[in-house]
């Protein structure tokens, strides 16, 4: 395999083990961050561009969703190289100035690598369909039909329709949980595993400090290829397909979720563990989220971090629904790690999804920020961007138009970035069409002009990350007495002998709590953290926060 000898590893003269615990991590997609070569299309070369915006924010590393060569059928989540730059993007050299540049910044680099599946353009897919035996021939998941003629069980693509596509060169159908043509590899296969471990030391060895692991538990599936039961209808929810598709309609026990993911989980940290480097994995599971991240991430041999979908469902958190979610994660996550988002490339924008004015926005900033885990933010998300209206004829997302119009798709969430108000384009590319549109009234919300507005939301957020960092007991603490009194969702945070207590009122109207025994400091009053007038009882108006440290 071929490497940069110029960029071998890189680990700090002083490296923390631990930097990935309470880090905050902004995410770019990078089709639509930064155009820098006119073609209506982000590159890597934007994100160079960019990158002293991020790290003037103060998160601690970045994740670059997929670059690599692909025919971007899902733009890039269906790899043909896992080991090069797509051509829209540039090229390894322009991935090592991203390296360098976020490095000289103090920036971590994490990279989204696609394990569970490739393209039907990977060469590895090209041999593995041919009729006559190969070493590629066992890849990927392949089984005969039926006896009359139908796919081998009865388990659902998430983009709809069966799982199993026919190959008539082998006569035999192959597993894609996603788009036909996204085979998935066979990890079951132990040179299969052996390929994606040196993919992930290519990279590696490149300079990257982690990776995002897409749909984690998707790695392996049942070998005997038992059918899914049905899901009872009350169990049903969208938190990981619309509900207008049947994908809910199972129990997916068989076709992901397998205790082998283990043992290559172990393998995968092994390496990761040589270069300092950490992993963020993605739990894509409604039914059984939690308990899955947990088990991912329990011990010191399997992954680092995991996110499941709660934070990131339609349902706007409410006090209690905090409370039941972090009772649950003591309950079978207790000794695991997640990492917490609002928003992501694939859900709908969260200012959107929960109907979020400014201020509420501002205490969920503040909340993503106090609670135990690691935190993600998603490109413009700083800046209060709602979901983008996207018509029809302007869909790139072949979920959104299998779907339409009761689910439009991710395109919403994925239009360009705005950096300019005055660019008709954002700054973003100076392109007159770009890739998506962007959409007017994103235009209001560019950074040129968040920046020059104190009380902006992209201002609040630079505040609260700096707030967690000059904090350790919030970036590395435990999270004990979590209740709900009224509308307000209050925990303590503990680290050493440092306790803080955060209080938020997500409800409508004014509510008094009680703060825990003892003489407490008022901090946070940049992140709109109300007065202290009272060591035991504060009033809280909607949307109001309450931080109070006490030390000793």
């Not at 930097?19 to 590159?43: E, K, L, M």
Request: aromatic residues 12%; hydrophobic residues 40%.
């Amino acid at each position: 395999m071929n490497t940069n000898p110029a960029m071998q590893t890189l680990i700090d003269a002083n490296p923390d083990a631990d930097w990935w615990r309470g880090a905050v991590i902004y995410q770019i997609y990078p089709r639509s961050f930064q155009d820098s070569t006119g073609d209506g299309i982000g590159d890597l070369r934007g994100i160079v561009r960019r990158l002293p915006y991020i790290a003037d924010l103060g998160v601690d590393a970045i994740w670059i969703s997929p670059f690599f060569t692909s025919p971007m059928a899902d733009f890039g989540y269906d790899v043909a190289d896992f080991c090069d730059v797509d051509p829209v993007f540039g090229s390894l050299e322009d991935f090592d100035a991203v390296v360098k540049t976020a490095h000289d910044l103090g920036l971590k680099v994490m990279i989204d690598l696609v394990f569970s599946h490739t393209s039907d353009q990977h060469p590895w897919f090209k041999d593995s369909r041919k009729a006559e035996q190969n070493d590629k021939s066992n890849y990927y998941v392949w089984a005969d039909a039926k006896p009359d003629g139908s796919p081998p069980n009865n388990w659902l693509s998430i983009f709809g329709g069966s799982a199993w596509q026919w190959e008539s060169r082998r006569c035999q159908y192959y597993l894609h949980n996603f788009l036909a043509s996204q085979p998935d590899l066979n990890l079951h296969e132990p040179v299969v595993q052996t390929e994606l471990l040196d993919v992930a030391k290519f990279w590696l060895d490149r300079g990257v400090n982690g990776f995002r692991l897409d749909t984690i538990n998707f790695y392996f599936a049942d070998k005997a290829l038992r059918d899914n039961p049905a899901l009872p209808v009350e169990q049903r929810n969208a938190s990981i397909a619309p509900m207008v598709n049947p994908y809910n309609y199972q129990e997916h026990i068989y076709d992901k979720n397998q205790p082998e993911t283990l043992g290559f989980l172990r393998r995968l940290r092994s390496l990761m563990d040589g270069y300092n480097a950490a992993a963020l994995g993605e739990v894509g599971d409604s039914q059984r989220g939690l308990e899955i991240l947990g088990e991912y991430t329990a011990g010191d041999d399997l992954m680092q971090m995991c996110y499941a979908f709660e934070l990131l469902s339609g349902e706007q958190p409410t006090a209690k629904m905090l409370a039941d979610l972090f009772a649950k994660m003591d309950a079978v996550a207790s000794d695991g790690w997640a990492c917490w988002a609002f928003s992501n490339h694939d859900v709908k924008r969260h200012i959107s999804r929960w109907s979020l004015d400014n201020r509420a926005a501002r205490l969920f900033a503040t909340l993503l920020m106090c609670l135990r885990g690691s935190a993600c933010i998603y490109q413009g998300e700083e800046l209060g961007l709602p979901e983008a209206d996207v018509p029809f004829e302007a869909l790139q997302d072949p979920y959104g138009v299998e779907f339409w119009p009761e689910f439009k798709g991710r395109d919403g969430c994925r239009t360009p970035m705005v950096w300019e108000q005055s660019n008709s384009n954002g700054g973003f590319s100076s392109n007159e069409k770009t890739w998506l549109p962007v959409p007017s009234n994103h235009l209001q919300h560019a950074v040129s002009k968040a920046m020059s507005d104190p009380k902006s939301l992209l201002h609040h957020y630079r505040a609260a990350i700096a707030f967690r960092h000059a904090n350790p007991v919030l970036s590395k603490g435990q999270m004990v007495d979590v209740q709900v009194q009224g509308d307000v969702f209050c925990f303590v945070r503990t680290h050493g002998a440092t306790r803080m207590f955060c209080a938020f009122n997500l409800g409508k109207t004014n509510t008094e709590i009680q703060l825990p025994a003892g003489v407490w400091q008022q901090v946070g009053q940049e992140i709109d953290s109300v007065a202290l007038h009272n060591d035991a009882v504060v009033m809280l108006e909607p949307w109001q926060v309450c931080l109070a440290l006490k030390t000793g």
